[in-house]
């Protein structure tokens, strides 16, 4: 926690995962600190000793709140399959991932995946539409999961948090 004793989110602005807490933190109106951690420049900050004292992990997101740090993270995989093979593979995992959830939405959805309200499945949703997105998935198929991504992307806790509005987001990607 820092001096004013807000919490302090370790985060990347791309990241999935950091983006989930964000949007929950803005949801439950929790004021806090953005660190970013760039996990490409200098090697990826996440290896330096500095991190690696705070989350042994070396994963963002990580967030320090009332002394207690807690961390997540899904960049790891990607390294793991290899530069050549990051689109095919994360095409695949998508669409079979969305295939499912389309068929479940159908039983599940209202305004949002579970009924009417914001519930953990839609922090979860956004983060992984906008993955689809980035790695060109064709989300024709879809059309549930983009309607509700939508209505979603309306909520002010979304668009806060958006990865085009953070600290460490690259000016030629900002909204």
Same mark, same amino acid.
């Given at each position: 926690? +820092? ?12 990241? $999935?995962? $950091? ?14 600190? +953005? ?7 200098? *090697? *990826?900050?996440?290896?330096?000793? !500095?991190?690696?004292?705070?989350? @042994?992990?070396?994963?963002? @997101? ?24 990051? &689109? +095919? ?6 669409? $079979?991932?969305?295939?499912? &959830? ?5 039983? +599940?959805?209202?305004?949002? =995946?579970?009924?009417? !309200? ?5 922090? =979860? ?7 689809? !997105? ?16 939508? $209505? ?19 000016? !030629? &990607?900002?909204?």
């Amino acid at each position: 926690m +820092t001096e004013s004793g807000k919490p302090i989110l370790y985060s990347y602005f791309r990241s $999935s995962c $950091s983006w989930r807490v964000r949007i929950a933190l803005a949801l439950k109106s929790i004021d806090y600190e +953005t660190v970013p951690v760039n996990l490409i420049k200098d *090697g *990826g900050q996440q290896f330096s000793k !500095e991190f690696l004292a705070l989350n @042994p992990m070396k994963q963002v @997101p990580a967030l320090k709140i009332d002394g207690i740090t807690i961390g997540q993270s899904n960049l790891s995989v990607l390294k793991q399959v290899g530069q050549e093979n990051q &689109l +095919t593979w994360a095409q695949k995992a998508i669409t $079979s991932g969305f295939h499912a &959830l389309e068929q479940i939405l159908q039983s +599940t959805a209202g305004k949002y =995946c579970v009924g009417d !309200e914001v519930s953990m499945a839609d922090l =979860c949703l956004v983060p992984q539409v906008a993955n689809a !997105e980035r790695f060109k998935v064709d989300l024709t198929p879809y059309p549930t999961i983009s309607r509700i991504n939508k $209505s979603l992307l309306a909520l002010e806790a979304f668009q806060v948090s958006h990865p085009c509005r953070q600290p460490d987001t690259p000016p !030629e &990607l900002r909204a």
